[in-house]
């Protein structure tokens, strides 16, 4: 195409696009229907995969749970049927191994069917600084947090694809966009998790798939207890975030086609300004912030919280 078409072309469009964008500041975006999409969600057994769960519930679809812990499972399951789940299944699957995931998906297939909407969710947090950490928990966090959303995008995806159909559903963080100090494993692979869900997008737009959705959520601080003992330095710009208003956001995120979602809404600023001040300015900001001092007070998850 000519460089002078072309050029006005990507103008014109960008233009329309911050307008269409203005004006669904005032008319919400339709919401699709997903009564009865096949939803599988990883990490279901507690925490947001729990209240994802729920929210999807209520939406009429078909739930599919995946976690280590049994018993977490049963209770989802439970709370999903009050919620108005007619079909819940559960299975135990340790994400962080591809066999077990190729085997548990080919069971999903045969006993409830092709998954429509893929919920990355499951993740764990080691909270030590990178020098601390043994190998075999910076070796897990990047099985749990990145390596697992290869083998389910493996095991779902073709499905997906033969129909033009689905939804994939990445739970990353705001530290998969900004590094933070005693975090470095985990913020690996998240950055990593952004990077894969966007380009894997990207690769499906590229080959005509447009009728496959991505949905990118990178969350600050949860209250979920995975960060118990975080505290964030400025709560009103940057607040520890309520686990039901993040699920219900999730579910917005998702039913409007929303490829980023960022909370608290100050992260879009953030980011940007990360991405264009220099460094000097940037380590400033990040230190004013608190992204120095956010781990000090780390206790984690206990076993009674699982």
């Not at 008319?27 to 939803?39: D, L, S, T």
């Not at 085997?103 to 499951?122: F, H, M, P, S, Y």
Request: glycine share 8%.
């Amino acid at each position: 195409m000519n460089f002078f078409v072309e050029t006005m072309q990507v103008l014109l469009l960008s233009i329309w696009y911050n307008v269409e964008s203005f004006i669904h500041l005032f008319v919400p975006i339709r919401k699709k229907n997903i009564a009865g999409e096949v939803v599988l969600i990883t990490g279901s057994g507690s925490g947001i995969g729990r209240l994802m769960a729920q929210e999807f519930a209520a939406l009429d679809t078909v739930l599919v749970l995946w976690d280590i812990n049994q018993e977490g499972m049963k209770e989802t399951a439970r709370l999903a049927k009050q919620s108005g789940a007619s079909r819940v299944h559960h299975y135990l699957c340790d994400c962080s191994d591809k066999n077990e995931v190729y085997r548990v998906a080919d069971q999903v297939k045969r006993e409830v069917g092709d998954v429509t909407i893929l919920v990355n969710n499951a993740g764990i947090v080691t909270g030590k600084k990178f020098m601390d950490a043994p190998d075999s928990l910076i070796e897990k966090t990047m099985e749990v947090n990145t390596m697992a959303h290869f083998w389910t995008y493996k095991a779902f995806l073709p499905a997906m694809i033969a129909n033009n159909h689905g939804h994939l559903v990445s739970i990353s963080s705001s530290a998969g966009l900004i590094g933070v100090n005693g975090l470095a494993d985990y913020c690996a692979s998240k950055f990593a998790a952004v990077g894969f869900a966007e380009s894997v997008g990207l690769e499906l737009l590229a080959t005509g798939k447009d009728g496959i959705k991505t949905t990118i959520v990178c969350p600050y601080f949860i209250n979920t207890g995975m960060f118990d003992g975080c505290q964030t330095k400025w709560p009103t710009l940057l607040p520890i975030l309520n686990p039901e208003y993040v699920a219900k956001k999730i579910i917005n995120a998702v039913l409007t086609d929303q490829v980023f979602l960022l909370l608290p809404k100050t992260m879009y600023l953030i980011t940007a300004l990360k991405n264009v001040l220099p460094m000097k300015q940037g380590i400033l900001l990040g230190q004013y912030l608190g992204a120095f001092n956010l781990m000090d007070t780390f206790k984690g998850r206990s076993k009674k919280q699982e």
